[in-house]
């Protein structure tokens, strides 16, 4: 029976380890489509966020699923074998890393305190990032994949869609995960969530697509899903606004036309960091009072009944 069991466990793990690579390996490929430098470094890398969220739910042990999908993808776009198996390395290390730091600097994966929101964004997606950066940028350097002027450019590149993958992705899922059915929500708060998901989207793609600089105009629709909708409608909306700004630094229109790209990689990192942080920390100090708020509201209650009950 024991060993039965233990079997069943093993199988389970497997199967974890399996569902995370092939996850790694089909958001990849659609990250690959946004490539910018040697098909294969794109401003938007969602692997790393799935990685992270999947090691903060299930621990360190499913690392193989993360080395698996990364060697999985890089064999058919790398230069050969041994730049990608550094790559791969690179890849599975960080995140990990930033998993680790995470956990030292006691991360919750409810994301529901300001902590929580300024470790993810600093610890684990800019500084525990620079590891796949570095390693994956060099490898590509070494093997003479990259001319010499082009290692801080790919670089840049690099980094900012890994750490964007963390930033957006990694609070996406983590929210995704803990949301249930919603019962007793009424029609006037469900025609808000689809006016707040339009109105978003709609500046978006007018801020993106503008020459002029109105990436500015997408802050209320940030603050108004924070205050109103918490962490989910915050995660939800920083994706969209996220993604959609990397597919116009993409294209390069917009804020982002007539730019380099490390000029326009700078400019993206800098926003699309703006919108995450501002949209987590938001979500997370509404949460934090709103849960406060709750807690007294019980206390007075408590205390309210004890006075009824007790004797003149």
């Given at each position: 029976?024991?060993?039965?069991?233990?079997?069943?466990?093993?199988?389970?793990?497997?199967?974890?380890?399996?569902?995370?690579?092939?996850?790694?390996?089909?958001?990849?490929?659609?990250?690959?489509?946004?490539?910018?430098?040697?098909?294969?470094?794109?401003?938007?890398?969602?692997?790393?966020?799935?990685?992270?969220?999947?090691?903060?739910?299930?621990?360190?042990?499913?690392?193989?699923?993360?080395?698996?999908?990364?060697?999985?993808?890089?064999?058919?776009?790398?230069?050969?074998?041994?730049?990608?198996?550094?790559?791969?390395?690179?890849?599975?290390?960080?995140?990990?890393?930033?998993?680790?730091?995470?956990?030292?600097?006691?991360?919750?994966?409810?994301?529901?305190?300001?902590?929580?929101?300024?470790?993810?964004?600093?610890?684990?997606?800019?500084?525990?990032?620079?590891?796949?950066?570095?390693?994956?940028?060099?490898?590509?350097?070494?093997?003479?994949?990259?001319?010499?002027?082009?290692?801080?450019?790919?670089?840049?590149?690099?980094?900012?869609?890994?750490?964007?993958?963390?930033?957006?992705?990694?609070?996406?899922?983590?929210?995704?995960?803990?949301?249930?059915?919603?019962?007793?929500?009424?029609?006037?708060?469900?025609?808000?969530?689809?006016?707040?998901?339009?109105?978003?989207?709609?500046?978006?793609?007018?801020?993106?697509?503008?020459?002029?600089?109105?990436?500015?105009?997408?802050?209320?629709?940030?603050?108004?899903?924070?205050?109103?909708?918490?962490?989910?409608?915050?995660?939800?909306?920083?994706?969209?606004?996220?993604t959609l700004a990397i597919?116009?630094?993409?294209?390069?229109?917009?804020?982002?036309?007539?730019?380099?790209?490390?000029?326009?990689?700078i400019t993206l990192q800098?926003?699309?960091?703006?919108?995450?942080?501002?949209?987590?920390?938001?979500?997370?100090?509404?949460?934090?009072?709103?849960?406060?708020?709750?807690?007294?509201?019980?206390?007075?209650?408590?205390?309210?009944?004890?006075?009824?009950?007790?004797?003149?």
């Open positions: 029976m024991v060993d039965r069991a233990r079997l069943r466990q093993h199988a389970v793990e497997v199967l974890t380890v399996l569902a995370v690579a092939a996850c790694y390996y089909a958001t990849a490929r659609l990250g690959l489509l946004q490539q910018l430098v040697r098909g294969q470094v794109t401003p938007l890398w969602p692997p790393t966020g799935i990685a992270v969220a999947a090691l903060l739910v299930f621990g360190v042990r499913i690392w193989p699923g993360i080395a698996l999908g990364a060697v999985a993808v890089n064999i058919i776009i790398g230069p050969s074998v041994l730049p990608v198996l550094l790559i791969a390395v690179g890849n599975t290390v960080a995140p990990v890393c930033s998993y680790l730091l995470l956990r030292r600097a006691g991360f919750r994966s409810e994301v529901d305190r300001l902590w929580d929101a300024l470790a993810l964004v600093f610890l684990g997606a800019l500084a525990g990032m620079l590891i796949s950066a570095t390693v994956g940028t060099g490898a590509l350097a070494v093997s003479g994949a990259l001319p010499d002027a082009g290692f801080w450019p790919t670089w840049s590149v690099w980094w900012t869609g890994d750490a964007m993958g963390v930033m957006v992705v990694t609070p996406f899922l983590l929210v995704v995960r803990r949301i249930r059915r919603p019962y007793g929500i009424g029609p006037a708060r469900w025609a808000e969530a689809v006016a707040l998901a339009v109105s978003t989207a709609g500046v978006t793609v007018l801020a993106t697509d503008t020459s002029a600089s109105l990436l500015f105009l997408v802050s209320p629709f940030l603050i108004w899903a924070a205050f109103r909708f918490e962490r989910a409608g915050a995660a939800c909306c920083a994706l969209g606004v996220s597919l116009a630094a993409g294209r390069m229109t917009g804020p982002f036309a007539h730019h380099g790209l490390l000029t326009n990689m800098a926003f699309n960091g703006t919108t995450a942080l501002t949209s987590l920390l938001l979500a997370a100090v509404v949460t934090e009072r709103n849960r406060t708020y709750r807690e007294i509201k019980r206390l007075c209650t408590q205390l309210s009944e004890k006075v009824t009950h007790q004797d003149p």
